[in-house]
């Protein structure tokens, strides 16, 4: 599941960030197809805010992809909408979902099999993530160092997160339900006392936030496919 009903607010311009051009086609477009190209994927489904006026085009039609309408306030009820959508549409409760970010379309097939191989024998799930690489400092209100945070133990969070949607549409709703909608669905399960799995990610990974970012993914996704820029 890939939601994409975010309005991508620290990225000005023309459009949402999922649906801006990278090589002549929407980032979007770039995330569903690394997704779609991991055979153990039943179904993608990009979860879009009601009356989106870009994602159709922005998608190439594909039997396994599913629009689907129900995109939230926040990402927690995009995903919750997603997830409903699925079990409407007959998945079981205790079926695997796979979330992703629409701006990380630098994934690849075999990062999303390295997280399916780790996840599938675990009972919780998992995300993943990096360990912090940098040193971490933590800010005064004045802007300024107020004291160093120990890197040990720190990971930085990534998509996918794999759960089971059962487990998982529990723990959103109870965070919805008293208005503390969280940021990832690793800090949801979390809520609910689970300790999901951490899977070492990659570093070009990285989700679409500012302009540098889009520069940065165009050249990565060139690279790729042997083309220039």
Same mark, same amino acid.
């Given at each position: 599941?890939?939601?994409?009903?975010?309005?991508?607010?620290?990225?000005?311009?023309?459009?949402?960030?999922?649906?801006?051009?990278?090589?002549?086609?929407?980032?979007?477009?770039?995330?569903?197809?690394?997704?779609?190209?991991?055979?153990?994927?039943?179904?993608?489904s990009?979860?879009?805010?009601?009356?989106?006026?870009?994602? @159709?085009? @922005?998608?190439?039609?594909?039997?396994?992809?599913?629009?689907?309408?129900?995109?939230?306030?926040?990402?927690?009820?995009?995903?919750?909408?997603?997830?409903?959508?699925?079990?409407?549409?007959?998945? /079981?409760?205790?079926?695997?979902?796979?979330?992703?970010?629409?701006?990380r379309?630098?994934?690849?097939?075999?990062?999303?099999?390295?997280?399916?191989?780790?996840?599938?024998?675990?009972?919780?799930?998992?995300?993943?993530?990096?360990?912090?690489?940098?040193?971490?400092?933590? /800010?005064?209100?004045?802007?300024?160092?107020?004291?160093?945070?120990?890197?040990?133990?720190?990971w930085?969070?990534?998509?996918?997160?794999?759960?089971?949607?059962?487990?998982?549409?529990?723990?959103?709703?109870? /965070?919805?339900?008293?208005?503390?909608?969280?940021?990832?669905?690793?800090?949801?399960?979390?809520?609910?006392?689970?300790y999901?799995?951490?899977?070492?990610?990659a570093s070009?990974?990285?989700?679409?936030?500012?302009?540098?970012?889009?520069?940065?993914?165009?050249?990565?996704? /060139?690279?790729?496919?042997?083309?220039?820029?």
């Amino acid at each position: 599941m890939i939601p994409s009903a975010g309005s991508g607010s620290r990225l000005p311009g023309d459009a949402p960030k999922q649906y801006r051009r990278l090589l002549g086609e929407s980032v979007v477009q770039h995330t569903v197809r690394a997704i779609l190209q991991t055979p153990r994927i039943a179904s993608v489904s990009v979860v879009v805010q009601e009356g989106d006026v870009w994602a @159709a085009d @922005a998608l190439q039609p594909d039997p396994r992809l599913h629009l689907v309408p129900r995109g939230g306030a926040t990402r927690a009820h995009s995903v919750l909408g997603g997830l409903e959508a699925l079990l409407d549409a007959g998945a /079981a409760h205790d079926d695997w979902a796979l979330v992703h970010d629409a701006a990380r379309c630098c994934i690849t097939p075999e990062l999303i099999d390295r997280l399916i191989d780790a996840c599938l024998p675990d009972d919780v799930g998992g995300l993943l993530a990096l360990p912090l690489p940098d040193t971490l400092k933590a /800010a005064d209100p004045a802007g300024r160092v107020a004291h160093t945070e120990p890197r040990e133990g720190r990971w930085l969070a990534q998509t996918p997160q794999m759960f089971r949607i059962g487990a998982l549409r529990e723990a959103l709703r109870a /965070a919805i339900i008293v208005n503390a909608p969280p940021t990832d669905e690793a800090g949801a399960m979390e809520r609910q006392g689970a300790y999901p799995l951490l899977v070492t990610g990659a570093s070009w990974n990285f989700k679409i936030t500012y302009s540098p970012d889009l520069e940065l993914a165009q050249a990565l996704l /060139a690279a790729r496919a042997g083309v220039s820029t």
